[in-house]
């Protein structure tokens, strides 16, 4: 039976000076502020081999937030 493990991907956005800031929860670690935008940051982790599962976004006013959840299976 295969295991997965779990990695999610923030961005929070600031409609007013149009910049996303990132960052990456990898499994067993910190959430690290990554460089480039969304779509580099997703295209990435696509490449490693994680698979996007979820994905949740709200807003109000002049900001806004988006979560990516995503899945790999587990090399173990």
């Known amino acids: 039976m295969p ?3 779990y990695a999610s991907v923030i961005t929070a956005n600031d409609a007013e000076s149009q910049r996303a ?3 990456v929860k990898l499994p067993g670690g910190q959430s690290e502020r990554q460089q480039g935008d969304t779509s580099s940051v997703l295209n990435r982790l696509g490449a490693e081999g994680w698979e996007l599962v979820s ?4 807003g109000a006013g002049t900001w806004g937030f988006e ?4 899945k790999r299976q587990s090399s173990s």
């Open 3 to 5: 295991t997965w493990e």
């Open 21 to 23: 800031g990132v960052s």
């Open 55 to 58: 994905y949740h976004s709200s």
């Open 67 to 70: 979560q990516f959840w995503l």
